[in-house]
């Protein structure tokens, strides 16, 4: 199919620690957004990225950093840990500059201990 | 500030029955008004969209309905299952002062449909 892989699908981590995640976008898209959510909220925008560059980033600290590689895959890294990065996250994937809705992959959760 | 404000938070409905979920918003450039749909322990997924040039939209079961002049848009689900119970974001999309797309998300509603 090709729609949004994300890697892992759980996850635990100790606090303090560093995590990296993985997203491989929908087939033909081209731009990777990534978002955070705590249970029972919404989806929190962390940050976009196009052409292998951040290009919007939400209102989060620099512990949460990413990439993008040129076969349009992400990674979302988080350093130091906190109990309060529990959360879904999320990615998306949506064709640069076409008026449509995202493709969200399943998620990973992740636990901090 | 909430640019999309989204309700009833929670919404319990009889099977059979029309679910209806109201958002409005803020920014007159949007143009792009989904609806994602949301399991637990699932990403959203994509219901039903909307363009601001349309006054309304049927897949099936679900109709969004617009209104520009009043900002608002709302979800209707006709003759409500119980495999509906779920949680239903609303969302706006448009450029931002960088030429950037970006979606802006209601708080979403939970959707519990009774048998």
């Known amino acids: 199919d090709a729609g949004v892989t994300q890697s892992p699908t759980h996850l635990i981590k100790t606090r303090g620690q560093q995590v990296t995640l993985r997203c491989s976008p929908k087939?033909?898209?081209?731009?990777v957004s990534w978002y955070q959510q705590a249970l029972g909220q919404g989806p929190q925008f962390i940050f976009q990225?196009?052409?292998?560059?951040?290009?919007q980033r939400g209102n989060f600290p620099d512990r949460f950093s990413g990439h993008q590689f040129p076969n349009y895959s992400s990674e979302l890294n988080v350093n130091a840990l906190l109990l309060g990065d529990s959360a879904l996250y999320l990615c998306a994937s949506s064709l640069e500059h076409l008026v449509g809705g995202y493709t969200f992959g399943s998620g990973t959760r992740l636990t901090v201990v | 500030q909430q640019q999309v404000k989204q309700s009833p938070q929670s919404l319990i409905v009889q099977k059979g029955g029309i679910s209806i979920i109201n958002c409005a918003y803020e920014?007159?450039?949007?143009?792009?008004f989904p609806w994602y749909q949301q399991f637990p322990g699932k990403g959203p997924a994509l219901l039903i969209a909307?363009?601001?040039d349309v006054s309304e939209k049927k897949e099936g079961r679900f109709t969004i309905s617009f209104n520009k002049s009043a900002k608002q848009f709302s979800l209707h689900i006709m003759d409500s299952q119980p495999g509906d119970s779920a949680t239903y974001f609303c969302?706006?999309?448009?450029?931002?002062?960088?030429?950037?797309?970006?979606?802006?998300w209601g708080l979403g509603t939970s959707l519990a449909v009774n048998p």
């Open positions: 920014n007159t450039a949007f143009d792009y």
């Open positions: 990225y196009y052409e292998e560059e951040e290009r």
């Open positions: 969302a706006a999309s448009g450029y931002n002062a960088g030429n950037n797309r970006k979606l802006i």
């Open positions: 909307i363009r601001p």
């Open positions: 087939s033909g898209h081209d731009t």
